[in-house]
């Protein structure tokens, strides 16, 4: 049976029958047929590239007898998978992301994940559309932006990957995986705390974590599978709120370190608290949308010693990502 075959049900029209999956690869020169987990995804956008260069060594390209003949780079292939801000769903993502997370609780769970970790999960993505599908070895998250906004449906996780190849012929086939019952904020669900301090109701928000990877291509010189290093990873964003004072506005001076927390609660009781210990913001300038005073504050996370430039916890009914 083809992997995900079974009938689905989804929230939205366009992810009706789009369906991804992704397992943990011990062996990345395998591609596993279980251990897979099931999500919804809005988009994928993953191209895969080998170029044609020079050849090195005149004489041995293939056998081939035109020394200006390319050669066959190496494989490789990187692009961006879209989901929804899911409060279920989400945190295998937030595991191929961050790693495992520190989860206490007996039902409901408390799942804390953070950033900084240097080693993190190697995989296949396979990606179902109707009766099309496309497999991605090797893949590693290499980050994650997350789009708040003030309806359900536009809060979104976009997560750019890279591969080491991607193969868009060979199907996997093994027994289906059901997906997990997702969960959403509601429109208004979200709210902002600074220095432990409720500021007011979010509008929207975007934050943008960026863990620089890049494939070892010394690597390949003994034709193994790619490894990847990281780099310095960096944590950027921005909040929109209603005006409230001018000490709110005066609190922003571009030079004290400030605790931000954006945490959403869905009807079900399930929460996401997406907390960054030590931003930077300068002060940003208040706007008139229609009777009210709107402001857009942009920020920059700095690390503070060994302690996660990001956390992100979710409670809700899962027992392990």
Known sequence: MPIGSAAQTSDFLTEAKTKAYFAPTPDITVVPTAGYRAFNYVSEQI?????????????????LTDPSDPAEGDISAAGTVTTRLCLRQSGDFLAYTFGAPATTGAGPYVHVFKSGKSQLPVGTLVFET???????????????????????????????????????????????????TRDFVPKGGF?????DVKVARLLTADV????????????????????????????????????????????????????????????????????????????????????????????TAAANGDNPMLEITLNNTIATY
């Open 47 to 63: 191209d895969r590239s080998q170029p044609l260069a020079d050849d090195p060594e005149y004489g041995n390209n293939n056998d």
């Open 191 to 195: 709210e902002v705390f600074l220095n």
């Open 208 to 299: 943008n974590y960026d863990n620089p990877i890049e494939e070892d291509r010394y690597v390949n010189l003994n034709l193994e599978p790619d490894e990847f290093s990281v780099g310095m990873p960096s944590c950027k964003g921005t909040f929109k709120v209603r005006y409230t004072s001018p000490a709110l506005l005066d609190s922003f001076d571009g030079k004290t370190p400030m605790k931000l927390e954006i945490i959403g609660t869905a009807a079900s009781g399930n929460k996401i608290n997406i907390l960054l210990p030590r931003i930077f913001a300068t002060r940003p300038n208040p706007k008139r949308d229609g009777k009210k005073m709107e402001m857009t504050v942009d920020w």
């Open 130 to 180: 109707g009766a099309s599908q496309k497999t991605v070895k090797n893949t590693v998250f290499a980050g994650l932006k997350i789009s708040i906004g003030r309806a359900a449906e536009i809060q979104k996780l976009e997560y750019p990957v890279i591969a080491a190849n991607a193969d868009t012929t060979a199907p996997v086939v093994l027994t289906s995986v059901a997906a997990l």
